[in-house]
C-alpha cells in the first residue's frame, strides 16, 4: 500500500513561492539534488497540480539533452520520465506522455488508488496538498525549510479551520543550510 506524502519546498516565512509564483530562491546544490533524486526514484507515483505539473513537464522531460545539465540534473530528467504522474486539473485538455488527468480529488479514488500502489505517492503543488490535507489524505510532510525570508508570495499552508496534530519523524540539515522536516500523522 502506498504513503502519501507532500513534498515541498518552503522558505523560513512559509512561502512556496514569491508574490508571482518566483521559486528562484530556492538554494539547490548538488547535495540537495542529489538526495532528492534519491527520495523521489522511490516514488510510485508523482500527483501533482496543474501549476506544479507544467513548471516541471516544461523541461524536466528533455533536460538531459541540454549540453549544460550537470549529471544530477541527467538522472532526475530520467527519475522524471519514469515515474508515473496523475495531474489534478480542471483546466488542462491534455496531459504528456506516462501521465493521467484526473479532474477533481476524490477522496474514496485517491484512497483506492494509493493501496494499488507499492511505494509512496509524492504530492507537489500547495492547492493540491491543501485539498488532500481537507480530504485527510496525507501520510507524511517532507518540507525542505530555505534560509531566506520572501516577505510575501504563496503560502504553503491556507487558513483553516481544522487542526492536524503531527509527530516528527526526522531531520536533515544539508551544507548549503536548507533543513528538511520530516512530519508524519501523530
Known amino acids: 500500500m502506498g504513503l502519501v506524502v507532500v513534498h515541498m519546498g518552503i522558505s523560513m516565512d512559509g512561502f512556496i513561492a514569491g508574490p ?3 521559486i528562484d530562491w530556492h538554494v539547490v546544490d548538488g547535495e540537495l ?26 523541461y524536466w522531460p528533455t533536460a538531459d539533452d541540454d549540453p549544460g545539465a550537470t549529471a544530477v540534473e541527467r538522472d532526475f530528467a530520467a ?30 479514488e485517491v484512497r483506492a488508488r494509493v493501496a494499488r500502489l507499492d511505494g509512496p505517492v509524492v504530492v507537489g503543488g500547495a492547492v493540491l496538498a491543501a485539498a488532500f490535507a481537507e480530504h485527510d489524505l496525507v501520510d507524511e510532510y517532507r518540507l525542505y525549510v530555505h534560509p531566506v525570508l520572501i516577505g510575501r508570495g504563496r503560502p504553503m499552508f491556507p487558513p483553516t479551520d481544522r487542526r492536524t496534530s503531527l509527530r516528527l519523524l526526522g531531520t536533515r540539515a544539508f551544507g548549503n543550510g536548507v533543513v528538511l522536516l520530516r512530519y508524519g500523522r501523530a
Open 20 to 22: 508571482d509564483g518566483e
Open 33 to 58: 539534488h542529489q538526495h532528492m533524486n534519491d527520495e523521489l526514484r522511490g516514488a510510485a507515483a508523482f500527483f501533482e497540480g496543474r501549476v506544479v505539473y507544467e513548471l516541471m513537464e516544461g
Open 79 to 108: 527519475v522524471w520520465r519514469a515515474t508515473p504522474k496523475v495531474v489534478f486539473s480542471r483546466t488542462l485538455q491534455r496531459v504528456g506522455p506516462n501521465a493521467e488527468l484526473v479532474r477533481d480529488v476524490v477522496p474514496e
